[in-house]
């Protein structure tokens, strides 16, 4: 019994939003055609929305205005391409479906885990860990070590206890 219950669990775990073929399609094609400025997560911060704004996408169109949005999506609009050159009307809805899916605040479907590839990119400017930070010196305390000289003489005023590796 309990076997079992770990066996779903372990199937649910490994494929928690499996997606209908429509939507595996549209968000193929929006991965194709469309982040660069509706952002990875559709939620508008691609990276050309800097030079182009354009709106969030994500969990905003109803299945009501599928249509319109078809229309939109095939004939462009403002600084939206036109894309009847590129994608077909079914394939155009696919997108649609597959937006419709997905969480209007995070971009993301409901249960998936932030640290998948949809995630938002690491913020850049975070402070990298410090790794040029001087190695503590291992020897033994009899030996005899090279004073640094750059330090002057505030090195010489109270000899530093070694420190402990990490
Ligand atoms: C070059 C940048 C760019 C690309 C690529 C792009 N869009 Fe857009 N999109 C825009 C802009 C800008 C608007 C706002 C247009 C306006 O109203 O002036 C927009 C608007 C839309 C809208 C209307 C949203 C609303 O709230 O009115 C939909 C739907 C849309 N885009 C879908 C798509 C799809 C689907 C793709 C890929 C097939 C795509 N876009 C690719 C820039 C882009």
Excluded at 34 to 62: D, E, F, K, M, T
Excluded at 66 to 81: A, H, K, R, T
Aim: aromatic share 4%; net charge negative.
């Amino acid at each position: 019994m309990s076997v079992m219950f770990i066996l779903i669990g372990l199937a649910l775990a490994d494929v928690p939003t499996k997606l209908a073929p429509d939507e595996e399609r549209g968000e193929a094609l929006y991965r194709e055609n469309c982040w660069q400025c509706h952002g990875a997560n559709a939620l508008g911060a691609g990276p050309l929305s800097a030079v182009l704004p354009s709106p969030p996408l994500a969990g905003r169109i109803a299945t009501e205005d599928f249509p319109d949005s078809v229309d939109l999506i095939q004939g462009g609009q403002g600084n939206m391409p036109a894309y009847s050159q590129v994608l077909n009307r079914h394939d155009s809805r696919r997108i649609l479906v597959w937006l419709a899916t997905l969480d209007p605040e995070t971009g993301r479907r409901p249960g998936e885990e932030p640290e998948d590839e949809d995630a938002p990119e690491p913020v850049e400017d975070a402070p990298e860990p410090v790794e040029d930070a001087p190695e503590p010196v291992e020897v033994a305390p009899d030996e005899e070590v090279p004073k640094p000289v750059e330090e002057g003489n505030a090195a010489s005023q109270e000899p530093a206890a070694p420190k402990q590796a990490p």
